[in-house]
């Protein structure tokens, strides 16, 4: 596997920081995913000994990434075989969809005893720390690159964020949709009467990855550099979305003074046309991308309407674009005369961009992306059967932790490695775990591992 013995140390939470991870662990790399253990109440369990019980049970609430919690939807859908807190041992389809191929080590890292085992791992085991926490957390608790580096002078540390970790915006916090609207997306996403967000978090999605293409970079010249350093990695929510705005932007920034900014247009292109969806006789929408004008001819051939090839309004893209008002209505009309699925039969099989606008499930259960693989299925101790989005690279030579090139880790459950973190990594004897979790500083489940460091690959 293209990143095998590569060791990352994961304090990320919720998206951008488990995406990147996630697509580490499937090619290789090795993640040990660090989380709040669950808390109990010091009425019902005020010494060790009784939360110790308590553990052991099954207590405990909360902890854990708060992904866990996204939802519904949950799985398993039916709960009733559940034997804990079934609001915690349930999972989201959120936190399934990114946190496959992990370990997970619940840890405490407001004591002072969970701290000490993170700088253990840092010094002793991690090639990459990556961190999501606002800008200054970490080194509050003397987890920063620069705490770290001197006992770790290869590690690549990366840190993800809201607004990056300085300037007047970097102690704000940072969500997607927020950054949406703050810098950019929103302005040009959506109907010209009202803005929307992208269906998914795109930003999050965007930045993991680009973190992770940033932490492989920094572990390619870390092996070329003369002393194996590594280096620390910042990126944030704003930056990476302001980098993706990329033709968006570069217009807006490069226009005469005075010019409107981009605006939203619904599915249709600022500087395209006709490049949209249109809506078809079923009330379903059909999309075409006419990104030439020999591309608009062969449109005007398929619609029958040989008229608009030669009209001096649509001659050329640029004049498609000044003259898109009366374009559009024209091929509304147009559309209008047949169902999707039937645009698709008669227009799909000729070399010409377009497709019908399909919702999720279709779109996994399309002929391309089954004969691609896109759809990932793994079975799971507590979830039950999982199907999730594959890793969408293909390696001739390199295989991919899927279930098929190598073997798969489905997301663990809070706690699932920790015992076996603390005894075959740190070199703890068992009665220090069963101490540490008397005192709720570590938590372990009980249920069956899916695989240990001791054998993993």
Same mark, same amino acid.
């Given at each position: 596997?293209?990143?095998?013995?590569?060791?990352?140390?994961?304090?990320?939470?919720? @998206?951008?920081?488990?995406?990147?991870?996630?697509?580490?662990g499937d090619i290789g790399a090795s993640i040990l995913k660090i989380e709040r253990p669950p808390t109990f109440d010091k009425i019902e369990c005020p010494t060790k000994a009784s939360r110790l019980w308590a553990a052991r049970q099954g207590g405990g609430v909360g902890g854990g990434d708060d992904s866990r919690r996204f939802g519904p939807p949950f799985l398993p859908h039916n709960s009733e075989h559940l034997t804990g807190n079934v609001e915690d041992e349930r999972l989201s389809t959120y936190y399934l969809a990114v946190n496959r191929n992990k370990r997970s080590l619940a840890l405490d890292l407001s004591h002072e005893k969970g701290r000490d085992?993170?700088?253990?791992?840092? %010094? =002793?085991?991690?090639?990459?720390?990556?961190?999501?926490?606002?800008?200054?957390?970490?080194?509050?608790?003397?987890?920063?690159?620069?705490?770290?580096?001197?006992?770790?002078?290869?590690?690549?540390?990366?840190?993800?964020?809201?607004?990056?970790?300085?300037?007047?915006?970097? %102690?704000?916090?940072?969500?997607?949709?927020?950054?949406?609207?703050?810098? #950019?997306?929103?302005?040009?996403?959506?109907?010209?009467?009202?803005?929307?967000?992208?269906?998914?978090?795109?930003?999050?999605?965007?930045?993991?990855?680009?973190?992770?293409?940033?932490?492989?970079?920094? @572990?390619?010249?870390?092996?070329?550099?003369?002393?194996?350093?590594?280096?620390?990695?910042?990126?944030?929510?704003?930056?990476?979305?302001?980098?993706?705005?990329?033709?968006?932007?570069? #217009?807006?920034? =490069?226009?005469?003074?005075?010019?409107?900014?981009?605006?939203?247009?619904?599915?249709?292109?600022? =500087?395209?046309?006709?490049?949209?969806?249109?809506?078809?006789?079923?009330?379903?929408?059909?999309?075409?991308?006419?990104?030439?004008?020999?591309?608009?001819?062969?449109?005007?051939?398929?619609?029958?309407?040989?008229?608009?090839?030669?009209?001096?309004?649509?001659?050329? =893209?640029?004049?498609?674009?000044?003259?898109?008002?009366? @374009?559009?209505?024209?091929?509304?009309?147009?559309?209008?005369?047949?169902?999707?699925?039937?645009?698709?039969?008669?227009?799909?099989? +000729?070399?010409?961009?377009?497709?019908?606008?399909?919702?999720? %499930?279709?779109?996994?259960?399309?002929?391309?992306?089954?004969?691609?693989?896109?759809?990932?299925?793994?079975? +799971?101790?507590?979830?039950? +059967?999982?199907?999730?989005?594959?890793?969408?690279?293909?390696?001739?030579?390199?295989?991919?932790?899927?279930?098929?090139?190598?073997?798969?880790?489905?997301?663990?459950?809070?706690?699932? +490695?920790?015992?076996?973190?603390?005894?075959?990594?740190?070199?703890?004897?068992?009665?220090?775990?069963?101490?540490?979790? #008397?005192? #709720?500083?570590?938590?372990?489940?009980?249920?069956?591992?899916?695989?240990?460091?001791?054998?993993?690959?």
């Amino acid at each position: 596997m293209a990143l095998r013995g590569v060791k990352v140390l994961d304090f990320s939470r919720v @998206l951008a920081g488990p995406f990147c991870t996630m697509l580490l662990g499937d090619i290789g790399a090795s993640i040990l995913k660090i989380e709040r253990p669950p808390t109990f109440d010091k009425i019902e369990c005020p010494t060790k000994a009784s939360r110790l019980w308590a553990a052991r049970q099954g207590g405990g609430v909360g902890g854990g990434d708060d992904s866990r919690r996204f939802g519904p939807p949950f799985l398993p859908h039916n709960s009733e075989h559940l034997t804990g807190n079934v609001e915690d041992e349930r999972l989201s389809t959120y936190y399934l969809a990114v946190n496959r191929n992990k370990r997970s080590l619940a840890l405490d890292l407001s004591h002072e005893k969970g701290r000490d085992i993170a700088r253990t791992l840092a %010094k =002793n085991w991690a090639d990459v720390v990556v961190e999501n926490f606002k800008p200054g957390t970490m080194k509050r608790m003397g987890l920063d690159y620069e705490d770290l580096k001197t006992d770790n002078p290869g590690l690549v540390y990366c840190s993800i964020s809201g607004y990056g970790p300085d300037g007047p915006w970097s %102690k704000l916090p940072g969500y997607d949709v927020v950054i949406a609207g703050t810098h #950019g997306l929103m302005s040009i996403t959506g109907s010209p009467s009202e803005p929307a967000k992208v269906g998914v978090a795109m930003t999050d999605i965007v930045t993991g990855t680009m973190a992770n293409g940033a932490i492989v970079a920094s @572990l390619y010249e870390r092996s070329v550099h003369p002393e194996g350093a590594g280096q620390r990695v910042d990126l944030s929510l704003m930056e990476s979305q302001l980098a993706c705005l990329s033709t968006a932007a570069s #217009g807006a920034l =490069n226009a005469l003074p005075g010019t409107p900014p981009p605006g939203r247009r619904g599915t249709a292109h600022e =500087n395209i046309a006709p490049y949209q969806a249109f809506k078809c006789k079923d009330n379903e929408y059909f999309v075409i991308g006419t990104g030439n004008d020999n591309q608009f001819r062969a449109l005007c051939e398929m619609l029958n309407k040989p008229e608009l090839v030669n009209d001096e309004r649509f001659l050329t =893209n640029a004049a498609r674009v000044s003259a898109r008002d009366e @374009l559009i209505p024209l091929l509304n009309e147009a559309f209008s005369a047949k169902n999707r699925d039937e645009w698709w039969e008669e227009l799909g099989g +000729h070399g010409f961009p377009c497709g019908p606008v399909r919702n999720v %499930k279709e779109s996994f259960e399309c002929e391309q992306a089954v004969h691609r693989g896109m759809a990932l299925e793994f079975e +799971h101790a507590v979830a039950g +059967h999982v199907t999730v989005p594959a890793h969408p690279a293909k390696y001739s030579r390199s295989p991919i932790a899927d279930g098929i090139g190598a073997p798969i880790l489905p997301p663990p459950m809070l706690g699932e +490695h920790t015992l076996d973190t603390l005894t075959n990594l740190v070199g703890m004897a068992p009665s220090e775990v069963e101490s540490l979790e #008397g005192e #709720g500083i570590i938590s372990c489940w009980r249920g069956s591992s899916i695989k240990e460091f001791s054998d993993a690959a």
